[in-house]
């Protein structure tokens, strides 16, 4: 690591930064991943994420330009779950996760000063908090980004700024804090389709290496909702999971404001599977789908009506 302004003795930020994440960026893999083809096959064993070979090829050749990656598409489609995977496969260490919202600036993303200690101390490094931006980098680990749609331009720049030149200032430590390998990379997740939030701005968006994300071909769901049912406890039928499917297509065309992503239909087996155990049965009856299906999939009270009709129809 290289640094600006402070001797090899008080370096008191990355002290703090080992002492409070080393622990919880312990990944349980050997080393960093980066062969596609051995990405692909750990991303179904370990996360029992079916991911296209051609989306990590993607991400991997971004982070080898030292560009951040956004992954952009509906909800439920992997992005975040994805994005965390590739990080660590990348790195060998987890990485951290940031969700984005309209109020967030450099000192909650970088760090600033515990305001007690500061009186006591001053503002110097003892005082310093070093928040999830700054510690990904000190160890040398990714971070997601997630939601960046809810954040302002004057954020993303500095998002931006710090992928580009792989360094963070803190003028009140005068202080340059540099990434010391590769494995400090960025990902980025956006629903362009969700309201209240901003636009991206061309700066951002020229910078970006963008991915498009999308619900899945149906082969990749069933093997998706094959992969994260229930380990234990009652099986699915394949003609009930099939059903699954046709009601969580049908509802995607449908005009619900909120449209079933695959992470819903995994949550939506995993409850009937939970049902049909409760009743004592090994087996999942349609019934115990049918119940799941109205606390899982209605997120508003305006798709209530839809969501019965069509898994009844489907179910009947």
Same mark, same amino acid.
């Given at each position: 690591? @290289? ?13 703090? /930064? ?12 050997? &080393? ?14 370990? !996360? ?6 051609? /989306? ?35 790195? &060998? ?10 109020? !967030?600036?450099? !000192? ?13 101390? &001053? ?29 302002? %331009?004057?954020? @993303?720049?500095?998002?931006?700024? /710090? ?8 003028? %009140? ?7 010391? &390998? ?75 404001? !909120? ?13 009937? @599977? ?15 789908? /049918? ?10 009270? %305006? ?14």
């Amino acid at each position: 690591m @290289q640094s600006t302004g402070a001797s090899q003795e008080s370096l008191t930020v990355e002290r703090r /930064v080992v002492e409070t994440y080393s622990g919880i960026i312990k990944s349980d893999l050997p &080393g960093p991943v980066r062969n596609p083809e051995a990405a692909v096959r750990l991303l179904e064993k370990k !996360y029992k994420l079916v991911v296209d070979k051609r /989306v990590v090829t993607l991400v991997f050749a971004a982070f080898m330009n030292g560009r951040p990656v956004l992954f952009e598409g509906p909800p439920g489609t992997g992005k975040t779950e994805i994005g965390e995977a590739l990080l660590e496969l990348w790195a &060998g260490k987890k990485p951290f996760v940031l969700p984005c919202s309209e109020g !967030y600036d450099e !000192y909650k993303v970088v760090g600033d000063f515990h305001p007690l200690l500061a009186m006591q101390k &001053g503002f110097n490094e003892e005082s310093f908090i070093p928040r999830p931006l700054l510690s990904a980098l000190i160890l040398d680990t990714g971070i997601l980004i997630d939601e960046i749609r809810r954040s302002n %331009e004057e954020f @993303q720049n500095i998002l931006l700024d /710090v992928s580009d030149k792989r360094r963070i200032i803190v003028p %009140e430590l005068k202080r340059v804090f540099r990434a010391r &390998g590769d494995g400090f990379q960025i990902i980025f997740t956006s629903n362009p389709e969700d309201i209240g939030q901003n636009e991206l701005s061309d700066a951002f968006l020229r910078r970006v290496i963008r991915v498009e994300f999308d619900y899945p071909p149906r082969h990749v769901e069933a093997r998706i909702l094959e992969l994260r049912a229930r380990e234990r406890g009652p099986s699915i039928p394949s003609y009930l999971a099939e059903k699954m499917l046709d009601a969580l297509e049908q509802l995607r065309k449908s005009a619900a404001s !909120y449209k079933p992503g695959t992470a819903e239909g995994v949550v939506w087996a995993r409850m009937a @599977q939970a049902i049909a155990e409760l009743r004592g049965s090994e087996t999942v009856e349609s019934s115990d789908i /049918v119940k799941a299906a109205l606390s899982v999939l209605v997120k508003r009270p %305006e798709d209530y009506d839809v969501v019965s009709e069509t898994v009844k129809r489907v179910f009947s």
